[in-house]
């Protein structure tokens, strides 16, 4: 993968208007079949993320080495734009793609990267985000849940909490506690680690949202073994590797255009003829859209 980007502030890539018309083809074809209905639900379907897979869209930009097609990042913002557009089901596989994989990428043993990121790129990998804890929501560099280290790798005991997915979860990218933090720096102390969700003591509970909805949930680690190759880089040394995954999550295209298709919704409930303060409103929120 390339860091380097060039790019016309105006048009994109040629290859990544013709990739448009081939999702967009795509996704009809599955819409009229049936496959899925826009919505706004948990959008979790591992049927069409292994379709998606097919396709060679999953970690399209990543080294062919491990199934990737090292596609441009304009190619995969474009998938992502139509596929959040047209709300389509891809919790399955999206956090893996926007986030997890490439720390895989940069962290992991060769061994785990050749076992994990091709099971990824086929959609058959699901990932949950395992960060914020009941007294460190938004303080990551708070958390307490412990890994300790043992003759067989390293003992887990904690909990987090409000983690999406986790119920579907086939791995979890959990930011553990190694060593405590120093006076000098209470960034000191945390370490990634890879953690198979169906590791003996892992307990996930739901946590159910005022609209009845199942996708949050808090993760329970008692005594739970994880072999040493799940380390992910240096161990004390993670806050380095948080932050940057953490910039994978926040900077992608889907904080805005999966506001898309809500703000298409409201404007069908309000119908042709919406009254000035409506109109007003949805304007502002197209121009603050299209501005983002």
């Not at 460190?136 to 003992?155: I, P, Q, Y």
């Not at 909490?161 to 553990?176: G, K, Q, R």
């Not at 720096?185 to 996930?204: C, E």
Request: aromatic share 8%; charged share 25%.
């Amino acid at each position: 993968m390339s860091n380097k980007v060039n790019f016309d502030p105006v048009r994109l890539p040629a290859k990544a208007e013709a990739l448009r018309l081939e999702v967009r083809d795509f996704l009809k074809e599955e819409l009229l079949a049936g496959t899925y209905s826009p919505h706004i639900g948990d959008g979790f379907d591992r049927v069409f993320s292994r379709k998606v897979g097919a396709k060679g869209w999953i970690g399209m930009t990543w080294p062919k080495q491990y199934g990737g097609r090292e596609r441009s990042h304009f190619e995969r913002y474009v998938m992502t734009e139509e596929f959040l557009v047209a709300g389509a089901p891809t919790k399955a596989h999206f956090t893996a793609d926007r986030q997890s994989g490439p720390v895989l990428l940069k962290y992991a043993s060769e061994s785990l990267k050749q076992k994990i990121l091709p099971a990824i790129i086929r959609g058959e990998c699901s990932f949950a985000i395992g960060m914020s804890e009941p007294e460190s929501g938004s303080d990551l560099f708070a958390a307490k849940t412990k890994a300790e280290k043992c003759d067989r790798g390293w003992v887990v005991n904690g909990r987090k909490v409000w983690t999406s997915f986790a119920h579907h979860a086939d791995y979890m990218i959990a930011l553990l506690r190694t060593s405590s933090p120093t006076k000098e720096n209470r960034r000191h102390g945390l370490s990634q680690f890879l953690v198979d969700m169906k590791a003996p003591g892992i307990t996930v509970s739901p946590i159910i949202n005022s609209t009845g909805q199942h996708d949050f949930n808090e993760v329970t680690f008692e005594n739970v073994l994880l072999p040493e190759d799940q380390l992910l880089g240096e161990v004390d040394m993670a806050w380095k590797q948080a932050t940057a995954e953490l910039a994978f999550e926040r900077s992608g295209p889907e904080r805005f255009l999966e506001n898309i298709y809500v703000l298409t919704e409201l404007i069908r409930i309000l119908g042709a003829q919406p009254g000035q303060r409506e109109a007003e409103g949805i304007g502002r929120l197209i121009a603050q859209l299209h501005t983002l």
